[in-house]
């Protein structure tokens, strides 16, 4: 069973940034694309990053392409993503998952595992 923890959420200003890690303890990520999805309260949940297995390749939904950095560390069995200029609309619970595959602009959701979540409030 693959079980995956994500930390370094928190509130922070608008205009601040955040870096927010996930990792799996006894089972190696390399197999997988990795992935983080975001819910905001009252809304369905939006893939906005993935990276590819061994290439890398990212993929950004249009909203925090150029603000957000998704990468992995494979030795480390971790992904992170660096979160910079955030906004209130960014405010949500960020899930990182694992699955088969990337889609456009991050948007997939069909992941084949999922972390509980990580809150990340922006506001003044």
């Known amino acids: 069973q693959v079980k995956l923890v994500e930390s370094g959420g928190g509130l922070v200003q608008p205009g601040g940034s955040l870096r927010l890690s996930c990792s799996s303890a006894?089972?190696?990520?390399?197999?997988?694309?990795l992935g983080w999805v975001r819910q905001a309260p009252g809304k369905e949940r939006e893939g906005i990053s993935c990276?590819?297995?061994?290439?890398?390749?990212?993929y950004y939904k249009d909203s925090v392409k150029g603000r957000f950095i998704i990468s992995r560390d494979n030795a480390k069995n971790a992904v992170y993503l660096q979160m910079n200029s955030l906004k209130p609309e960014d405010t949500a619970t960020y899930y990182c998952?694992?699955?088969?595959?990337?889609?456009?602009?991050?948007?997939?959701?069909?992941?084949?595992?999922w972390g509980p979540g990580t809150q990340v409030t922006v506001s003044s």
């Open positions: 998952a694992a699955g088969l595959y990337c889609s456009d602009y991050g948007a997939n959701l069909e992941y084949d595992y």
């Open positions: 006894g089972f190696t990520l390399d197999y997988y694309v």
């Open positions: 990276i590819t297995t061994r290439d890398g390749e990212t």
